[in-house]
C-alpha cells in the first residue's frame, strides 16, 4: 500500500538522550516534512525537503535536524531530547515543494515521543 | 501576525448537518485546506479552496469567502465515522501552511 512508513510509533525517551525518529515514503513524492502536533496548537513544521540533498528550517527547526540523502527517506534527529519535544511528530510528503504553489500533503501515522 | 482560529470543539447528532467555520489572518492568501484527523491517526486531505464559494464533494462542501477571511466546512448526513478533527489551513503569499488548531467533532446518535 502507498505511503508514509514512520518508526517508532511510540517512544518514552530519557532527557539528554539522542532519538532518530525515521520517515519512508513510496510515492516518489519530491518534497517531505516533519511537523509536530501539541494538544491546542495546530501543526507546526519543523524542516522540510523540497528535493533529495536539500533541506530548510520551518517554523520551530531549534534543537532537531534533518537529512534527505535519497527521494524516499527523511529522518529527524533530536540531538539532546528536552521535555519540552515531548510530542506527537508526523512526516508528511508533496509532490510539490515547499514555496512551489498548492500542495496536498500525505501524512505518516505519526510517532508519539515523550522526554521525561 | 498570521492566525487562524476555529471552534475547539462541536457536538451534533447522527443524520443532521454541521457547519465549522474557519476564520483567518494571513499576510497574502493562496488558498485554503481542510484535512480530518480520525483520533491518533493521520491527517487526511478532505478540499482545497483558492476562490470564492462553495465546492461540493459528496456529503462534505466547503466554502471561501476572501473578502471575509472566513471559510466554513458543512457536513451532511453526520454518521458516526465523522468523529474526528477537523483541521483548517491556510496557504500565505509563500506558500507557507498556516494551521489552525483544529475542531473536535463528537456525533451522538
Known amino acids: 500500500i502507498a505511503g508514509i512508513t514512520q518508526a517508532p510509533t511510540s517512544q518514552i525517551l530519557a532527557a539528554g538522550r539522542r532519538m532518530t525518529l525515521r520517515c519512508t515514503q513510496d510515492m516518489r513524492h519530491n518534497a517531505m516534512y516533519w511537523y509536530r502536533q501539541d494538544l491546542g496548537l495546530g501543526l507546526r513544521l519543523i524542516h522540510y525537503?523540497?528535493?533529495?540533498?536539500?533541506?530548510g528550517k520551518g517554523e520551530v527547526p531549534d534543537g532537531y535536524s534533518v537529512s534527505r540523502a535519497n527521494t524516499d527517506d527523511f529522518p529527524l534527529t533530536l540531538a539532546s531530547a528536552v521535555p519540552s519535544q515531548t510530542s506527537v511528530y508526523f512526516c508528511?510528503?508533496?509532490?510539490?515543494?515547499?514555496?512551489?504553489?498548492?500542495?496536498?500533503?500525505?501524512f505518516g501515522a505519526g510517532s508519539r515521543l515523550t522526554v521525561l | 501576525g498570521q492566525n487562524i482560529d476555529q471552534p475547539t470543539e462541536m457536538t451534533a447528532t447522527e443524520g443532521a448537518i454541521v457547519q465549522i467555520n474557519c476564520t483567518y489572518q494571513?499576510?497574502?492568501?493562496?488558498?485554503l485546506f481542510w484535512y480530518q484527523q480520525h483520533a491518533g491517526e493521520a491527517p487526511t486531505f478532505l478540499s482545497y479552496n483558492v476562490l470564492d464559494g462553495l465546492e461540493e464533494k459528496g456529503r462534505f462542501s466547503s466554502f471561501l469567502s476572501r473578502s471575509k477571511g472566513y471559510s466554513y466546512l458543512l457536513l451532511k448526513e453526520l454518521q458516526m465515522k465523522d468523529s474526528a478533527s477537523y483541521l483548517c489551513a491556510c496557504m500565505d503569499s509563500n506558500y507557507q501552511l498556516i494551521w489552525g488548531a483544529g475542531t473536535k467533532l463528537i456525533i451522538k446518535p
Open positions: 525537503s523540497n528535493t533529495a540533498g536539500t533541506t
Open positions: 508528511a510528503s508533496s509532490d510539490r515543494g515547499q514555496g512551489d504553489g498548492a500542495n496536498v500533503l500525505t
Open positions: 494571513t499576510s497574502g492568501f493562496n488558498g
